[in-house]
């Protein structure tokens, strides 16, 4: 494991770490998010509608268009309960509030008149009076709200009984309640509260409290209550943990067992809202009685009577994203129970969760770490699809509410992290290879390696190379007479100035060997026409060197010149970095290299500064060449044939070059024929030379002396490079 790899796995799981224990801290955010994909789930597959025994005699626009505004007088809802009795309702609940005296009672009207007689008064009817009346000995459920002011609790009419420790502290807490009159608290066959969802700061209703306590006591949900009058039953049992008190598991009402969350709320799984559930008042108050439709709803239902008037404001939004009245979610919790579909969270689902959070993006930072930020990925895609078809068949199987996204969340930071910091130290590397190669490579054959998949190969690679080798002439001397310090400047201001023409032309700086330059090209990557580009570079050279000759750059004088030999040849060698583990260079090996070696070791003998092999020139279409003979190189058992690099195309084109190449041709021909006409060839070139190149007036004057390099059989002329 490398420093990079050791740092990355350390920050990955500290951010695994801080992601676990935001997890476990599930802040409001976490929880909201939570809320929305089970809110998600429900909407892709609610609770379908059913036909139950449930009704909601819904106090409608049109019935108060027809019976006048809200408040009723008592004496109509005693008229509704009556109807709906007769009917054979097997509940009757109310969502509404009777928490004051009817302000539409006779007795209370005439009693604001002054000087009525008390005498006369009581003979008045109350409609208080008349509702309580006909509520005793019917199956009705009262209504209470939750109010901070005062000390009113309301009566219970059920009974509890525990299994496991008591639960008593589990549900949410309340102080005070909305007062009921005395009658109709004393004649009401059950008291329910009505609130939906105490305490939450979210506008929609996910999950009730199926019962409150005041610490002491446990008071039912309004549904729950309906439930059980409707099925004459009085007590409650209510299943607590075995071993800690506080908590609620269950809850069995009659044949119903009901399982809620630790602190007795029931996860509402409802259905969309329906016109079938709602059963108008005006129709069960018809002056001429209900028809025989409604009497069939009625019969045998529990019923809540409640309103969905915009104006009453009991509109609550559900987990489907539907306005529906407050009294529409009672009726579902009833429908919930009878249908047996319930939705729950396992108290062991947080754990999970966490659990899920720190192994999975462990993981993730493993995989993201030694494997590949791809695979990392391809990973964390599966593992998201994995989490959610888990928690998806859960929920449809089931009704299990798993969370999926914590997970997922927590590992998209997770491997965002981790893949970052491996960008970042790739990045780092990359830099660290630009600037190392940056002094071997041209700029745009760095780019080319830093964007071409597997262009820089670590390791030996065979591949055709164009090698150049060149070497300062006369080094010994010049290091004889000069102070250390002085050669040092001196071949720095050289190697400097002649490198530049290696990276210019795509070129690759292998090593600089005292006074000597090892280049190549088509290394570390693909160099078109590299073989020209070589040739290109060591014709620069000569141009440099020339220009700072001329201008005594080395401070020799001008009468004292610096030269050079360069010898270039292409062939396979093998490339790559080479060395040890803690050092190593970026280097070519092979008989190409050895070849080009010799060939610059050569120009000494020929007497001309640019010398390439056969394999070289024959891919050399723009140079003026001419053939320099086969020359026996040290280590070879055949010789090689050697071309003169005498300039470029320009060069080439040019009158005088071809008037020289014929004459050379002529040469050549005399040697291999022994003919006595190459003293007169020799004469009639050297008078060329000097309008070419200075240069090639050594070259011809040492050519007669090496006369048998040209006795070998001669170059067809399919063979013969051009020019």
Not at 457 to 469: A, I, K, P
Not at 508 to 515: E, M, S
Not at 604 to 613: C, M, N, R
Not at 694 to 706: C, D, N, Q, T, V
């Amino acid at each position: 494991m490398t420093r990079a790899q050791q740092i990355g796995v350390i920050i990955g799981l500290a951010i695994v770490a801080v992601l676990t224990l935001l997890r476990a801290s599930d802040p409001q955010l976490l929880r909201s998010i939570r809320d929305v994909t089970f809110d998600e789930y429900q909407r892709v597959s609610p609770r379908p509608f059913e036909e139950l025994p449930v009704r909601v005699i819904d106090i409608d626009e049109a019935s108060l268009r027809e019976f006048g505004q809200w408040p009723w007088p008592r004496d109509r809802l005693a008229m509704l309960v009556d109807r709906l009795s007769g009917m054979g309702a097997a509940a009757i609940a109310f969502d509404i509030l009777f928490a004051e005296p009817d302000r539409l009672s006779p007795r209370t009207v005439v009693g604001t008149v002054p000087g009525i007689d008390p005498a006369l008064l009581s003979q008045l009817p109350d409609n208080d009076e008349i509702f309580a009346d006909s509520v005793a000995d019917e199956p009705v459920v009262l209504g209470f709200g939750l109010t901070n002011e005062g000390t009113y609790r309301p009566s219970v009419k059920a009974g509890f009984a525990f299994t496991g420790e008591s639960p008593v502290g589990a549900p949410p807490h309340f102080n005070a309640a909305t007062p009921l009159r005395p009658r109709l608290e004393a004649n009401t066959a059950g008291i329910g509260h009505i609130s939906l969802n105490p305490g939450s700061s979210s506008s929609v209703v996910r999950a009730v409290p199926l019962f409150l306590t005041d610490g002491e006591q446990l008071y039912p949900n309004l549904a729950l209550e309906a439930l059980r009058v409707a099925q004459g039953v009085s007590t409650y049992v209510l299943a607590g943990a075995p071993d800690a008190a506080g908590v609620m598991t269950s809850v069995k009402t009659g044949d119903f067992v009901v399982p809620v969350t630790a602190a007795g709320e029931l996860w509402l799984y409802v259905s969309p809202d329906h016109a079938d559930r709602y059963v108008s008042a005006r129709h069960v108050l018809a002056q001429n009685g209900a028809s025989t439709e409604v009497s069939a709803a009625i019969n045998g239902s529990i019923v809540f009577v409640g309103t969905s008037a915009a104006g009453l404001q009991d509109i609550r939004v559900t987990a489907l994203g539907e306005n529906v009245p407050g009294v529409s979610l009672h009726a579902q919790i009833v429908e919930q129970i009878l249908n047996g579909r319930y939705l729950s969270r396992p108290d062991w689902a947080d754990g999970l969760e966490i659990f899920a959070i720190a192994v999975l993006g462990s993981l993730l930072v493993i995989l993201t770490t030694f494997v590949s930020p791809a695979v990392a990925l391809f990973c964390g895609l599966a593992i998201t699809a994995l989490a959610v078809v888990a928690s998806w068949l859960c929920f449809s199987y089931a009704g299990l509410l798993f969370d999926p996204l914590a997970p997922i969340i927590s590992g998209s930071v997770t491997h965002f992290a981790a893949t970052s910091f491996r960008i970042l130290v790739i990045d780092r590397e990359r830099r660290e290879v630009r600037r190392a190669f940056g002094q071997y490579l041209s700029p745009s054959l760095l780019y080319r390696i830093e964007h071409t998949r597997d262009a820089l190969r670590l390791g030996g690679d065979d591949r055709e190379l164009t090698v150049m080798f060149v070497d300062v002439r006369h080094f010994t001397e010049i290091s004889e007479r000069l102070p250390p310090t002085a050669v040092v400047g001196f071949l720095n201001t050289l190697l400097d100035a002649l490198s530049r023409h290696v990276v210019a032309n795509e070129g690759t700086l292998d090593k600089f060997i005292g006074d000597s330059i090892m280049a190549f090209w088509n290394a570390p990557v693909d160099v078109a026409d590299h073989e020209t580009k070589a040739v290109r570079a060591a014709l620069a050279m000569r141009e440099t060197l020339a220009e700072l000759n001329a201008a005594d750059a080395f401070g020799f004088g001008k009468d004292q010149p610096v030269g050079i030999g360069i010898g270039i040849h292409t062939g396979i060698a093998c490339v790559g970095n080479m060395g040890a583990e803690a050092r190593f260079n970026y280097s070519a090996v092979g008989d190409a290299v050895n070849v080009a070696a010799r060939i610059e070791s050569s120009c000494k003998e020929v007497g001309f500064d640019i010398l390439i092999s056969e394999d070289t020139a024959r891919l050399q279409p723009g140079a003026a060449l001419l053939e320099a003979g086969t020359i026996g190189l040290k280590g070879k058992t055949s010789r090689t044939r050697l071309f003169a690099v005498v300039g470029d195309e320009r060069v080439r084109q040019s009158a005088e070059f071809n008037e020289l190449r014929q004459l050379h041709n002529q040469l050549t021909e005399a040697f291999r024929s022994r003919s006595p006409d190459t003293r007169r060839i020799v004469s009639a070139i050297r008078l060329k030379t000097k309008m070419i190149t200075p240069g090639l007036a050594e070259f011809y004057r040492r050519i007669s002396r090496r006369a048998d390099h040209f006795r070998d059989e001669p170059i067809s002329e399919e063979a013969r490079p051009a020019g």
